[in-house]
């Protein structure tokens, strides 16, 4: 079963506007919650994280809003524009013998101009 | 910045021969993940190694199998390619098991 929920699948933003992302999981023993983000052909680039310490996080235009109560943590893109038209993953990972990354379903975005 | 390099980028094969894919992680970065994307899916992961040893391995059939090298570089290595080993195989790398992982272009392999 998919460990990391992603939700919407696809999203179609008008230029300027506000792109929202959510991510659900289950194990509470994750403790590090990056982005991705994917052009086709490309390999995921890391765009930015959180740990479960920190309610929000912002770099950018970029913020990571972070409920652990609610096991649910969202990416926010203010001021959307045509380049970041992309596919966006969350991931989950925990510390210990490895950091392997449990992926979400991917979001397709399309910013039209 | 130097950035994880992958050899080859592309790779055709016919079924049941075998491939050998190569990762070369960022400079001083010491863990390296292999991962496997499917069209339209997400990246699974299938082994890592941490300071030439494995240190944790996925969903990787055991037709595959991996090892890290005394320069840090890694191969994969697939034998009796099927039909659905076509995909984008990923290597990504991180400094001493680092939450941050950086991923490279990928190796887009064709089973034809």
């Known amino acids: 079963q998919q460990q990391v929920k992603q939700s919407p699948q696809s999203l179609i933003v008008q230029k300027g506007g506000i792109s929202i992302i959510n991510c659900a999981y289950e194990n509470t023993a994750f403790d590090y919650f990056p982005w991705y983000q994917q052009f086709p052909g490309k390999g995921p680039a890391l765009l930015i994280a959180i740990r479960p310490d920190v309610s929000e996080k912002k770099e950018g235009r970029f913020t990571i809003s972070f409920n652990k109560s609610a096991k649910q943590f969202s990416l926010h893109i203010m001021d959307s524009q045509p380049g970041d038209s992309a596919t966006y993953f969350c991931?989950?990972?925990?510390?210990?013998?490895?950091?392997?990354?449990?992926f979400g379903t991917g979001t397709l975005l399309a910013v039209q101009p | 910045a130097a950035g994880v390099i992958q050899s080859p980028r592309h790779l055709i094969k016919e079924k049941r021969e075998t491939a050998t894919l190569k990762c070369y992680p960022i400079?001083?970065?010491?863990?390296v993940y292999w991962y496997q994307q499917g069209p339209g899916q997400d990246p699974q992961f299938l082994i890592s190694?941490?300071?030439?040893?494995?240190?944790d391995k996925g969903s990787i059939p055991d037709r595959f199998s991996a090892q890290q090298f005394s320069d840090y570089h890694s191969e994969l290595n697939m034998s009796s390619l099927e039909l659905g080993d076509s995909a984008l195989y990923f290597c990504?790398?991180?400094?001493?098991?680092?939450?941050?992982?950086?991923f490279g272009p990928g190796t887009r392999l064709t089973v034809t």
């Open positions: 190694f941490y300071e030439k040893m494995q240190s």
């Open positions: 991931a989950a990972s925990m510390m210990g013998a490895t950091n392997k990354l449990i």
């Open positions: 400079p001083r970065h010491d863990t």
């Open positions: 990504a790398s991180s400094l001493d098991r680092g939450y941050e992982q950086y």
